[in-house]
């Protein structure tokens, strides 16, 4: 079937469908839901659609006077939750990497409560008197969170993991059901996910390129290997 063709309204109105003779409710780039779904699935929203506008960030100003309790951005009247923003603007600026801009500066008290053990321990939070089990940079979810959000990796975090600098070898003695990756002497005790490997050495394999280096041949003497799916078959 053809394409439809649409027409433009001269003079959109804010808030309708900027198609002419369309008065529904916008619902996305200017478009009504079910103009939107069309332009959108035949890929003719730069014909029709509002142009995108990725000056949002430009359209933040800030109060000259300050009211605490309330958000900081100018026309914005709600109550401030984090950073001298409310919630709304404190998740936009915090997705888009703004607060340095428009966030006012962390409390210093907060920040030099957290000090970080001389010793960490492999798998435990490496914040002093923190006992939580670590989910990124040697930090448990709730301080990784917290560093997140004030920027504060550089003084908290541990190095970002480099498997660059790391020794892989396969290890040819673990059990059939473990990972056949050691890192730096130390072997990796996650399950299989596939071909032999675990699925971050997986993933990091397959993105490097050197999948079949470290993961097992899908097939050993005609048979299935322990790991392998039905569909690295079709891949090899």
Do not use: W
């Not at 990497?97 to 428009?102: G, P, Q, S, T």
């Not at 966030?103 to 010793?119: F, M, S």
């Amino acid at each position: 079937m053809p394409l439809k063709k649409f027409r433009l309204k001269k003079k959109p109105i804010k808030g309708t469908c900027r198609i002419l003779r369309c008065d529904e409710p916008t619902d996305g780039r200017g478009l009504c839901k079910s103009h939107y779904e069309y332009c959108r699935y035949h890929k003719l929203l730069k014909l029709y659609g509002a142009p995108l506008t990725n000056k949002r960030i430009a359209d933040i100003k800030l109060k000259k006077n300050f009211v605490e309790g309330v958000c900081r951005v100018f026309r914005c009247g709600e109550e401030s939750s984090s950073r001298g923003l409310c919630k709304s603007h404190y998740s936009y600026c915090l997705y888009y990497k703004l607060l340095k801009h428009y966030g006012a500066p962390p409390v210093h008290e907060k920040i030099t409560n957290l000090k970080v053990k001389k010793n960490p321990v492999k798998g435990i939070c490496r914040i002093l008197h923190c006992s939580g089990k670590t989910a990124a940079r040697g930090l448990c979810v709730r301080h990784y969170r917290y560093c997140l959000a004030y920027e504060l990796f550089d003084l908290y975090g541990a190095p970002p993991y480099r498997h660059e600098k790391t020794n892989l070898k396969v290890n040819t003695l673990v059990g059939p059901y473990a990972c056949r990756i050691t890192t730096e002497g130390e072997a990796c005790h996650r399950k299989i996910y596939i071909r032999g490997l675990c699925h971050a050495h997986y993933n990091m394999f397959q993105r490097k390129g050197t999948l079949d280096k470290f993961a097992l041949v899908p097939y050993v003497n005609g048979k299935r290997a322990i790991g392998v799916r039905d569909y690295d078959y079709d891949n090899n």
